[in-house]
C-alpha cells in the first residue's frame, strides 16, 4: 500500500512541476467499484489502435493533472462493447480508472472528425541495427551499469537462468511497469521460498529513461519492491544500447516533444546456455508463468 501511494504521489509531483493543462479534470461521480482507492479521470485524447480481441484501446492522450504527462499508450477495456463505432484518428474523450492494482477505460466518446493517427515515435535518437531475437538464439552481450553505479556485463549471467524486464520509474499506471515489477518481486519471493529450488537464476531490471533513472534512483525504486540485490539488478546505461536490447525483444519505447515516454511491455527469459527460451507479450502473464520457466530455465545447459 506504502510502495502504491509512493508511486502515485512521485507521479504526482512530476506531474506538477510542469504547466497543467485544464482539459481533463478528476471524475466528480465515479462508477460503483469494490476496487480499493479508486480514482477516476476525465481524459481527452486520439486513438491509434482499437484490439477488441486482446481487450485493449491505444490512446495518444493528453495530460492527467496530478497523475502522469501526456503519452501514448494501451489501456485495457473491461467491456469490448465500448470500443464499438471507435477506430484509428479518432480524436476521443474517456473515462480512466485507477486502483493500487489495476486501471482500465470505459465511457469512450468520439469528439470530432477523424484525423491523421498521431505519429507513434518521438524525437530523433541514434539507434543501431538489431535482429529480432527468437527463441532459441543466443542473447548478444550488453554493457550497463547497476543500481550501485558499478559497470556489469550480461554475460556475467551465462550459467544462470535470466529473466529480463524494461520499465522507467516515473510509470504510475499499475498495469504497466508497476505491474511488471510487482511479478518479479513475486518471482524472486517464490523462488526463494521453493524447496528444490534451483539456485542459478538472477532476473534484471533496464530502465529505458536514463536521463532520470539514475543508478541512485533505480536503488531507491527497487527497496519499493524488497529486492535481493544478490538476485536482481536494475541497470541503466547508454540510449542506444537500451534501444538495442529492447528492440531485440520488441520492447519499444519512444520520448514525446514534451519528454514524456510511451511503451508497450516485454519480458523474457533466457536459459543457462544463455539462449531465448521464452519471450512475454504484454501484461498478460503472472509471476507463477515466470517461476516455472526459471526453473526450467536453471537446467538447460
Known amino acids: 500500500m506504502f510502495r502504491s501511494f509512493f508511486i502515485l504521489a512521485l507521479a504526482a509531483f512530476l506531474a506538477g ?67 464499438t463505432g471507435i477506430a484509428a484518428g479518432d480524436p476521443v474523450t474517456f473515462r480512466l480508472n485507477v486502483t493500487d492494482t489495476d486501471a482500465w477505460v470505459d465511457e469512450i466518446q468520439v469528439t470530432g472528425p477523424k484525423t491523421n493517427a498521431p505519429p507513434t515515435t518521438g524525437a530523433f535518437r541514434k539507434v543501431r541495427d538489431v535482429e529480432p531475437l527468437n527463441v532459441g538464439d543466443v542473447m548478444p552481450e550488453y554493457h550497463f551499469t547497476n543500481q550501485f553505479a558499478k559497470p556489469f556485463s550480461t554475460a556475467q549471467f551465462k550459467g544462470q537462468a535470466l529473466a529480463i524486464n524494461f520499465l522507467f520509474t516515473r510509470c504510475p499506471l499499475p498495469t504497466m511497469c508497476p505491474l511488471t515489477a510487482r511479478h518479479f518481486e513475486e518471482t524472486q519471493e517464490k523462488l526463494l521460498a521453493m524447496t528444490n529450488a534451483p539456485t542459478n537464476w538472477h532476473l534484471l531490471t533496464i530502465s529505458f529513461d536514463p536521463e532520470f533513472d539514475t543508478p541512485a534512483v533505480l536503488k531507491n525504486y527497487a527497496q519499493f519492491y524488497n529486492y535481493n540485490s544478490n538476485r536482481w539488478t536494475f541497470a541503466t546505461g547508454a540510449l542506444i544500447d537500451i534501444t538495442a536490447i529492447a528492440e531485440q525483444f520488441g520492447e519499444a519505447f519512444w520520448h514525446d516533444e514534451k519528454g514524456s515516454i510511451s511503451h508497450n511491455l516485454r519480458a523474457a527469459v533466457i536459459d543457462a546456455s544463455g539462449r531465448v527460451q521464452k519471450i512475454f507479450v504484454g501484461n498478460e502473464w503472472s509471476s507463477d508463468e515466470l517461476v516455472a520457466e526459471m526453473v526450467k530455465a536453471a537446467g538447460k545447459k
Request: hydrophobic residues 30%; neutral net charge; proline residues 9%.
Open 17 to 83: 512541476c510542469g504547466q497543467q493543462s485544464n482539459s481533463t479534470v478528476a471524475n466528480s461521480n465515479p462508477p460503483a467499484s469494490t476496487e480499493t482507492n479508486l480514482q477516476t479521470f476525465q481524459v481527452k485524447g486520439v486513438v491509434i489502435e482499437v484490439n477488441p480481441k486482446e481487450k485493449y484501446v491505444k490512446i495518444k492522450h493528453q495530460d492527467i493533472p496530478n497523475y502522469m504527462p501526456g503519452m501514448t499508450m494501451p489501456f485495457d477495456v473491461k467491456d469490448t462493447n465500448v470500443l
